[in-house]
């Protein structure tokens, strides 16, 4: 164990169960149901709202072989290609053998998907597939109505669920297994401030980390809580040099910052066209999938294409759908163009690359287990294999929901005995100095310049000197050496102190990764190099809070049982 610990107040309140899950998208309520439906008291603690997660933001689908002719077997190929070498196989062979089943449930649970005249799973394309597995529902609002099934299901087995609540870091026990959470909850309720959870297994399920650019499709609460909180609990982190950025992000100016609208890839899915300002298609001949290449390959070409012809972004032409497809079967990103002045059934739509997907994570087995005994991670908070170093389209969501069952079944098998927490704020000797919250957009700024779509071993070099001049300010104001006064503990200080650590450690990996590999691109380093390459590097944080990085030759640590 690290001894690492954000400054905080001691906890005023606590209570007490058998699991406490943190997060409320499709990984985290599935876990929830699951772990419920066991007997186990069960915990839920989400950052905002239920359904504020990144989940209800899914726009294209969920991938799964569900078709006629369609079998795991393929939806395994596609999905070790697009990985580019780095996708540890049994993780995806797990993933696309329960996927069909995993879906099957989600959709007695009660979410809805669209259908064909005969009844049949409507099911489209998206980049990298080779066949029609992306099911669908509500024509673009596929994570909306996932999420509105699971937070029904939630609310209709009354768990108990904590809103508006930030998890802080991991309680554990005299022997270092996990003990619980400390948390802060925002606003007056059941239970307000710095409380605690204490609970033998948590589950970190808190979505991705897209907020440590300047530009993402990342939700405002995406800001790498559960990474850092691992990160500073000894857990390993493993791939998070790995960010897909989308390649057809609404383009809303080159200043533009925070979340920003996404134009999903089921839009090429169903014959959309990538032009550039003449109107030609630049993807024909790049790759044999053309516009439904994988994300990495499309996202480079429109970089490419960008820089070749000066250009601010490129355009995704779909006027040829015609009004009522538009309204019947993309409503979501029709209604988003026209807010923002632009009309996809007359005029091409302006896209560009933007931050999107953590293809890695907390390093974690086939059950979800990290290397933390109890703590599992579950969902893009996760590095479980399957993404490699790019993530196929609409894996993610299915990965939530596969693994989230087997996190829910090893807990329910071990069902540990409560200990009692033996660290906790005022017990470790090593608190975080927090950053001042004006801090963030520096981090952002640093990022998105230095470990954006293109990278180099300058504009890594140059990132991770801003990073450290951060780190060494916070704490030196901590100190009281820079003659600022400390900054005072609070839910802007914690959001900016994860996202300072999850940067350093992103470009530490990056540094690292001396190729060009999937969705992370070394324009020094333009090759892929398989005779080195083909490792995946895992993070830990030393005492000093310095990242140390590792190679190791899967993502995923060896399971425990041989029944996986």
């Known amino acids: 164990m690290t001894g690492i610990r954000l400054t905080a107040p001691a906890p005023g309140w606590a209570i007490d169960a058998d699991v406490v899950v943190v997060g409320s998208g499709v990984a985290g309520l599935t876990t929830a149901l699951r772990c419920a439906a066991a007997g186990l008291d069960t915990v839920v603690v989400t950052k905002a709202r239920l359904d504020d997660g990144s989940t209800r933001w899914a726009q294209g689908g969920i991938a799964a072989a569900l078709g006629e002719g369609d079998t795991p077997e393929q939806h395994l190929d596609d999905t070790l290609v697009a990985g580019a070498g780095l996708c540890d196989e049994a993780a995806v062979r797990t993933l696309v053998t329960e996927g069909p089943d995993a879906v099957r449930r989600l959709i007695s649970t009660g979410a809805h998907?669209?259908?064909?005249?005969?009844?049949?799973?409507?099911?489209?394309?998206?980049?990298?597939?080779?066949?029609?597995?992306?099911?669908?529902?509500?024509?673009?609002?596929?994570?909306?109505?996932?999420?509105?099934?699971?937070?029904?299901?939630?609310?209709?087995?009354?768990?108990?669920?904590?809103?508006?609540?930030?998890?802080?870091?991991?309680?554990?026990?005299?022997?270092?297994?996990?003990?619980?959470?400390?948390?802060?909850?925002?606003?007056?309720?059941?239970?307000?401030?710095?409380?605690?959870?204490?609970?033998?297994?948590?589950?970190?399920?808190?979505?991705?980390?897209?907020?440590?650019?300047?530009?993402?499709?990342?939700?405002?609460?995406?800001?790498?809580?559960?990474?850092?909180?691992?990160?500073?609990?000894?857990a390993e982190v493993s791939d998070l040099e790995f960010v897909q950025f989308h390649p057809t992000v609404l383009f809303l100016g080159a200043d533009s910052e925070g979340q920003q609208p996404l134009v999903s890839e089921a839009v090429r899915g169903e014959g959309a066209h990538l032009v550039d300002g003449d109107g030609v298609r630049f993807m024909l001949g790049q790759h044999e999938l053309a516009e439904l290449a994988p994300r990495d390959i499309v996202a480079k070409a429109i970089t490419r294409r960008m820089l070749d012809r000066g250009a601010e972004h490129m355009y995704l032409d779909a006027r040829h759908f015609g009004a009522a497809m538009w309204e019947q079967r993309f409503p979501t990103i029709l209604a988003a163009c026209r807010s923002h002045g632009i009309d996809p059934v007359t005029e091409p739509i302006p896209v560009a690359p933007a931050a999107h997907y953590a293809s890695g994570g907390v390093r974690t087995d086939l059950r979800g287990r990290t290397t933390v005994p109890g703590l599992y991670a579950c969902g893009e908070?996760?590095?479980?294999?399957?993404?490699?170093?790019?993530?196929?389209?609409?894996?993610?969501?299915?990965?939530?929901l596969v693994f989230a069952e087997r996190i829910a079944a090893d807990i329910a098998e071990a069902r540990p005995s409560r200990t009692e927490p033996a660290n906790g704020p005022g017990a470790w000797d090593a608190p975080v100095p927090l950053p001042a919250p004006e801090t963030r957009a520096a981090i952002q700024r640093a990022m998105t310049r230095g470990a954006g779509v293109l990278r180099s071993a300058d504009s890594l070099a140059a990132a991770a000197e801003e990073l450290e001049a951060l780190h060494r300010d916070a704490a030196a104001d901590a100190e009281g050496a820079s003659g600022a006064k400390a900054v005072v503990p609070g839910v802007d200080a914690w959001e900016v102190a994860n996202l300072l650590l999850v940067s350093r450690v992103l470009v530490a990996a990056a540094r690292d990764r001396e190729e060009t590999r999937g969705c992370h691109w070394r324009e020094d380093r333009p090759d892929r190099d398989d005779a080195h390459g083909r490792r995946h590097l895992v993070v830990r944080i030393a005492p000093d809070r310095t990242p140390v990085v590792h190679r190791t030759e899967t993502a995923a640590f060896p399971p425990v049982r041989p029944s996986d």
């Open 113 to 234: 998907f669209d259908t064909t005249d005969s009844g049949d799973i409507a099911l489209t394309r998206e980049g990298g597939h080779h066949r029609r597995r992306i099911a669908h529902a509500g024509g673009d609002a596929t994570g909306a109505e996932i999420s509105r099934a699971l937070v029904g299901a939630v609310r209709e087995a009354a768990l108990h669920t904590i809103e508006n609540a930030l998890v802080l870091d991991l309680l554990t026990d005299a022997e270092g297994r996990t003990a619980g959470v400390s948390l802060h909850v925002m606003g007056e309720g059941q239970h307000d401030g710095v409380g605690a959870v204490r609970a033998p297994s948590v589950v970190l399920a808190t979505g991705g980390m897209g907020q440590v650019f300047s530009a993402t499709t990342n939700p405002p609460v995406s800001t790498g809580d559960g990474v850092a909180l691992a990160l500073r609990a000894g």
């Open 381 to 400: 908070v996760a590095c479980t294999g399957v993404h490699g170093a790019n993530r196929l389209a609409s894996n993610s969501l299915l990965e939530g």
